[in-house]
């Protein structure tokens, strides 16, 4: 059977003329009648209007981590405000749009520097998508850029005026480093994901100060960044609510994008086996924390079929753990997308890319046992990382820095031998936040 | 691993040359300065000392954390003066001749350390204005901001000082040498590098150099 008989058409839900129901690849569709999110029902400004309960709300206002760089790395929890990047870097001033347009007569090789700039800039993932009204946040919502403003002009604009106005949609996106996630639940994962988060904001910053030098308007804080990812091909829809990406997995951070009446050329969304893995593997289910991933089947949720996760488990954990760790990131680093880049997880990869339909449940099955067997159902070794040692039990204290001949207060008793990782909370602690589906 | 920064080689100059835009992204200034991060992030103003010091380890193995997190940052080279007797601000003097230095109170005195850190620029940010070329900068000022905000958030004084000396810091802290012109050159760049602006701290460190 050819991979092109087993793409369905997409339903003709929500279709217009001019904005017809888009494809989303085979990990997302719309089937039925879909109302665009609204921004302020989303879980942090939910959280940031005390709607979540006491212990969320305090936890994202009146923390301070423990751990220096987490105080500088993290939203909400620093010391300091200024201290981080991303309030500083989102919250300045807007740059006016160069008067003095770059005309483009390729669309084409404009879309080729766009996403050759973002790269030189440091950015690992750079793909466009065309805008959709679906896509973007519903009208009168306002815009949201976390730990910033995003204020312009065309506030009172309904989602399908702007994405006639407007009709590109940049997803430049970071991934963070897989040995550091290892140690993930842990301060030394938190790392990975917030220093590779405030790079990401900041190559995002510069990327949009470039194309209002080129001329051309810049909107942030529009569009669903999910959506986006998936429209512009960084990758499919995973079990685990995450997008997963042919080359880091689920280990890529999914920012605001930028939209813009660029002239630019748009990718389109991909087929890299999520899709047929995920009806598979479930190693995300079983290992999450909270239960939050399900076991199921894809369901409709606001006219979309997709694996809807429960958020507001996975959010309600974050207070109870603050003292070891921000970012869970379970998920991300059990799928077996999320590999290092080396030519077995490329090998893997493309092979389940170009195998029939028909004959990749085999083949995955085999590719999760290899998985299961070498890389582990959920890792548990111990990472050390400029003085942070996931061996180390949670709350205990131990200078564990080869040669260190300097006096700890706090290091203590606790002798730290072999190779075990202790990653707080364990799972059979955390039935309290939601029971397992049976 | 550390974070990735942009290869700035010989081989990524080729390979935009196809690029018909890629001159006005390294050589146009930008016609508003508000659009670039190097503007926004040397203006911002350095937070508050935490109240609590770290417990650290030695100053060797809290020198090569500090440089560890550099690196992770993406420094591509990282070394660590010892200044003496010579303050911040004194060196800040010099290096203007003596005229207008920054800062102006003697909150940078007597920080014993310098960080010096350094990436690779195929463009030299002097004389490639636009928004690519001065993505050196950037990434500097990337390095800097966060390294010397977590050095504060250990308790120490942190301070990252502009028109310093740059590249006789550098050299002082054992990342190359000085050529006739006065500019760094490294074994592993030759002279295609950046030295970000210093962070002179009170932190203890062993020097390099």
Same mark, same amino acid.
């Given at each position: ?5 087993n793409i ?7 279709t ?8 989303l690849?085979?990990?997302v ?17 939910k959280?940031?209007?005390g709607e ?13 981590s423990?751990d220096?760089?987490?105080r500088?790395?993290a ?5 300091d ?6 309030t500083?870097v ?6 006016k ?9 390729d ?10 700039v ?7 993932i ?7 009204p679906?896509y973007?946040y519903a009208?009168?919502g ?22 006639r ?7 430049s996106?970071t ?5 550091k996630?290892?140690?993930h639940r ?5 790392a ?6 405030i ?5 995002l910053?510069a ?23 998936i429209?512009?091909g ?12 042919k080359?880091?997995g689920?280990r ?15 990718d ?31 369901v409709?949720?606001n006219g ?23 970012s869970c ?8 997308y999320t590999?290092p ?6 090998l893997?990869t493309s ?15 085999f ?11 959920v ?5 050390q ?11 205990e204290?131990?200078?564990t820095v ?6 700890h ?5 606790t002798a ?22 049976p | 691993?550390a974070l990735?920064?942009p ?11 196809d ?5 006005f992204?390294?050589?146009? *200034?930008?016609? =508003?300065?508000? #659009?670039?991060v190097?503007?926004? $992030?040397?203006n +911002?103003?350095?937070g508050?000392?935490? !109240?609590?010091?770290?417990?650290l ?7 090569s ?6 690196q ?7 070394g ?7 303050s ?8 203007k ?5 920054? *800062?102006?109170? =003697?909150?940078? #005195?007597?920080l014993?350390?310098? $960080?010096?850190? +350094? ?5 030299? !940010?002097?004389?490639?204005p ?22 504060r958030?250990?308790?120490?004084r ?10 006789a ?29 210093p962070?002179y ?9």
């Amino acid at each position: 059977m050819s991979k092109a008989a087993n793409i369905e058409p997409p339903p003709e839900a929500n279709t217009s003329a001019e904005f017809p129901t888009p494809y989303l690849g085979r990990s997302v569709r719309f089937v039925g009648k879909f109302v665009n999110v609204d921004m302020k029902q989303s879980p942090h400004p939910k959280n940031q209007r005390g709607e979540l309960g006491k212990p969320l709300f305090n936890w994202y206002h009146n923390t301070v981590s423990k751990d220096p760089l987490t105080r500088v790395s993290a939203p909400n929890h620093f010391a300091d405000r200024r201290h981080f990047l991303s309030t500083v870097v989102n919250q300045a001033a807007k740059g006016k749009v160069n008067p003095q347009k770059v005309p483009v007569s390729d669309a084409a090789a404009m879309a080729r520097h766009i996403k050759a700039v973002a790269r030189y800039m440091g950015a690992d993932i750079v793909q466009i998508a065309k805008s959709h009204p679906s896509y973007l946040y519903a009208a009168g919502g306002g815009r949201y850029v976390q730990d910033g403003t995003a204020k312009d002009d065309h506030a009172a604009d309904t989602p399908e005026d702007l994405a006639r106005k407007f009709p590109y949609l940049i997803m430049s996106t970071t991934a963070w480093d897989y040995d550091k996630l290892q140690a993930h639940r842990h301060l030394i994962g938190d790392a990975a994901y917030h220093i590779s988060q405030i790079k990401g904001n900041m190559i995002l910053k510069a990327l949009e100060g470039y194309i209002k030098e080129l001329g051309y308007t810049v909107l942030r804080g529009v569009a669903v960044p999910q959506a986006v990812g998936i429209a512009s091909g960084v990758g499919e829809l995973g079990r685990n609510g995450l997008v997963i990406n042919k080359k880091f997995g689920a280990r890529v951070h999914m920012p605001d994008p930028i939209m813009t009446d660029l002239p630019l050329v748009a990718d389109e969304p991909v087929d890299i086996g999520v899709e047929d893995f995920c009806k598979i593997c479930r190693k995300c289910a079983n290992t999450c924390p909270t239960n939050s991933i399900p076991f199921g089947d894809k369901v409709v949720h606001n006219g979309v079929e997709k694996y809807k996760i429960n958020w507001l488990t996975c959010y309600k954990l974050r207070p109870y753990v603050h003292d070891h760790w921000g970012s869970c990131l379970t998920c991300a680093t059990v799928c077996p997308y999320t590999k290092p880049q080396a030519w077995w997880h490329n090998l893997a990869t493309s092979t389940l890319h170009n195998c029939p339909f028909i004959l990749r449940p085999i083949l995955i099955r085999f590719l999760k046992w290899i998985d299961d067997t070498f890389w582990g159902v959920v890792r548990n070794g111990r990472v050390q990382w400029l003085g942070y040692d996931s061996g180390v039990k949670p709350g205990e204290h131990a200078c564990t820095v080869a040669g260190c001949n300097a006096s700890h207060e706090k290091a203590g008793a606790t002798a730290v031998a072999g190779n075990v990782g202790y990653y707080a909370p364990l799972k059979e602690n955390t039935n309290r936040f939601v029971k397992r589906e049976p | 691993m550390a974070l990735k920064l942009p290869r700035f080689g010989l081989a990524g100059q080729d390979s935009h040359r196809d690029d018909p835009y890629w001159d006005f992204f390294i050589h146009t *200034p930008p016609a =508003d300065l508000t #659009n670039t991060v190097t503007k926004l $992030v040397r203006n +911002a103003p350095a937070g508050n000392i935490f !109240p609590t010091k770290a417990e650290l380890h030695s100053p060797e193995i809290t020198a090569s954390h500090v440089k560890g997190m550099a690196q992770y940052f993406g420094a591509e080279l990282i070394g660590i003066a010892r200044l003496d007797d010579r303050s911040p601000l004194a060196l800040a003097e010099e290096s203007k001749g003596g005229a207008e230095g920054e *800062p102006k109170n =003697d909150e940078a #005195n007597n920080l014993p350390f310098a $960080v010096a850190c +350094a990436v690779h620029a195929d463009y030299d !940010p002097r004389t490639s204005p636009g928004i690519g070329g001065q993505m050196p900068v950037q990434n500097g000022l990337f390095i800097t901001f966060v390294l010397s905000a977590w050095i504060r958030e250990l308790g120490f004084r942190a301070i990252v000082l502009r028109d310093a000396d740059n590249d006789a810091l550098a050299a002082k802290a054992g990342l190359g040498h000085l050529n006739g012109q006065g500019r760094l050159v490294t074994a592993k760049f030759g002279a295609k590098v950046y030295v970000a602006d210093p962070i002179y701290t009170d932190l203890p460190l062993a020097a390099d150099g």
